[in-house]
């Protein structure tokens, strides 16, 4: 099981996204979205796994990086992001 960050920017105004973000949560376990363009999410895949798992639903404009997450973080966010981040196995 990994920890794995989502970041993208989405380019085309026009388009529905919402396949991408229901994809997100299907293809992972628990998952964290307090970020608007950065989701957190624990996954039995590999961040190479979950990228192309996820490419059908963005555009050629469009931007994706999903990297794995270690016990190496630190930040100004709520004790709640902060409790999630910490009950996670990395």
């Known amino acids: ?13 026009s388009k529905d996204y919402s396949g ?29 796994q979950l990228a192309k798992q996820l490419y059908s639903y963005i555009e050629n404009g ?3 990086l999903v990297v794995r997450l270690h016990k190496d973080y630190q930040g100004w966010l709520p004790k709640d992001a902060w409790d999630w981040l910490n009950a996670r196995h990395y």
């Not at 099981?1 to 105004?13: A, C, D, E, G, H």
């Not at 973000?21 to 970020?35: D, M, P």
């Not at 957190?40 to 590999?46: E, F």
Request: aromatic share 18%.
């Open 1 to 13: 099981m990994s920890v794995l960050l989502i970041t993208y920017t989405l380019r085309n105004q």
């Open 20 to 48: 991408l973000f229901n994809a997100i949560k299907t293809h992972t376990g628990w998952w964290w979205h307090y970020f608007e363009t950065v989701w957190i999410v624990q996954s039995n895949s590999t961040a190479d």
């Open 62 to 64: 469009d931007h994706l």
